[in-house]
């Protein structure tokens, strides 16, 4: 049964989803090397969630995830961005978490709530496009642009941006950069649930530099490139899913020597490494096939 089901979506691939909605045509992509279909082809065909108890399997670069919810396009202190991506998907802890730093964000003068960029496909996986994480529903982009407004119609919400708060490459913040950010980031990495987030190595500084009461929320701020005009929030894996794979802790300590570091290298780049002459060429990152994930995606993938 299942075996049928996925050779069905491969062959509908986008035009239709297994969950029964149509999307936009487009024409199935396969693996050079087996011939299958990939496994982002399948999961980005899919409109709705699996009528499963909620689970994220894999890691957050190789998984998906069962019984997701979807974030309200809009709520009292939110509003979910670029909804033709049908990206506003997530495990339940990920809407809770959402939810619940948007009120907090509210409370900071001049912003309405937050608008909440990708988080997941309706069953996780592999995306058509951009994020290489993203996949068990345990992972949110929180736009840097501070919400003025929480009733932006769907077409606003596709050609209106964000605001980018570096310069120097990522080394500063700009003048776009706000006490509003640090307190909001803050709150983000506050939560207990809360892995790691991920933003441009100048806003780490910053707030490193500008923090004057507890700092062990630093500790969850990891620098890494782009990540200016969001930040990236990870959730650990939630209690009960055992076949969830969490990343390692970040490293002890506040990090911002490391943060530094990273500013350090930007402004004065260390010289490239010499390339072994003997070593084979690095080769390109080949694209998954379902086999690939873990083996209850197929079931995530059959389910209605």
């Not at 990522?170 to 892995?195: I, L, P």
């Not at 806003?203 to 005009?229: F, Q």
């Amino acid at each position: 049964m299942i075996f049928h089901r996925l050779i069905a979506c491969a062959a509908l691939a986008l035009a239709a989803g297994c969950g029964g909605s149509t999307v936009e045509t487009a024409q199935p992509q396969v693996s050079q090397s087996s011939g299958g279909p990939l496994a982002k082809t399948l999961f980005g065909a899919e409109r709705t969630a699996s009528d499963q108890r909620p689970d994220a399997f894999g890691s957050y670069s190789k998984g998906c995830v069962a019984g997701a919810v979807e974030l309200p396009e809009t709520g009292p202190t939110w509003q979910a961005m670029r909804l033709s991506r049908n990206r506003n998907w997530g495990h339940p802890e990920l809407i809770d978490y959402v939810k619940k730093l948007s009120a907090v964000a509210a409370k900071q003068p001049g912003w309405s709530g937050l608008y909440v960029g990708d988080m997941s496909q309706p069953r996780g996986g592999p995306m058509l496009s951009g994020h290489r994480s993203h996949q068990v529903g345990l992972d949110a982009d929180i736009w840097m642009l501070p919400p003025q407004r929480l009733n932006l119609s769907a077409t606003e919400r596709e050609n209106i941006s964000s605001i980018s708060l570096r310069r120097a490459n990522g080394a500063y913040v700009n003048d776009n950069w706000t006490r509003q950010h640090h307190e909001v980031m803050k709150a983000a990495a506050s939560d207990k649930r809360v892995a790691r987030i991920f933003v441009f190595p100048g806003a780490k500084v910053k707030m490193c530099n500008d923090e004057t009461g507890d700092r062990s929320w630093l500790r969850k701020i990891r620098p890494w490139w782009g990540h200016h005009y969001h930040f990236h929030v990870r959730l650990n894996c939630p209690r009960g899913d055992r076949d969830c794979i969490d990343q390692d802790a970040p490293p002890p300590g506040d990090g911002c020597a490391e943060a530094q570091q990273w500013v350090n290298n930007i402004l004065n780049p260390p010289p490239p490494k010499p390339r072994d002459p003997n070593a084979p060429a690095p080769q390109p990152r080949r694209e998954y096939v379902l086999s690939d994930l873990p083996g209850q995606c197929q079931s995530v993938l059959a389910a209605n």
